[in-house]
Nanobody, 127 residues
Framework: QVQLVESGGGSVQAGGSLRLACVVY????????MGWFRQGSGNVREGVAV???????RYADSVKGRFAISRDNAKNTLYLQMNSLRPEDTGIYYC?????????????????????RGQGTGVTVSS
């Protein structure tokens, strides 16, 4: 089993920064694709960023140049550094993982691609 536990959410003003972390527990060997997706107003889920063990990071157009995803395999931790935050970034952010590779995919896979996800951490950006 794989368990994902997010932390780092909070409330910031527009232009501020937050760093989300996701610790992976359980079976971690072989986890290939990891990422973040969010659920904002209207309950729409949007893939934000992914990183594959064999490839580089990819981002949704809405966060390119502002967000950075990284993973520390030694610590079994995935990060999302969020800078220049905007009110439209408000939502619940979920960490997600799968044993499948997303290296060959174009763009950011949809949330349904991932077999595992955490409980989410809330981000509120005020104007």
């Amino acid at each position: 089993q794989v368990q994902l536990v997010e932390s780092g959410g909070g409330s910031v003003q527009a232009g501020g920064s937050l760093r989300l972390a996701c610790v992976v527990y359980g079976v971690t060997y072989g986890l290939s694709c990891m990422g973040w997706f969010r659920q904002g107003s209207g309950n729409v889920r949007e893939g934000v960023a992914v990183i594959d063990s064999a490839g580089g990071p990819r981002y949704a157009d809405s966060v390119k140049g502002r967000f950075a995803i990284s993973r520390d395999n030694a610590k079994n931790t995935l990060y999302l550094q969020m800078n220049s935050l905007r009110p439209e970034d408000t939502g619940i952010y979920y960490c997600a993982a799968t044993f499948q590779s997303c290296d060959g995919n174009a763009g950011v896979p949809p949330p349904a691609f991932f077999g595992y996800r955490g409980q989410g951490t809330g981000v509120t950006v005020s104007s």
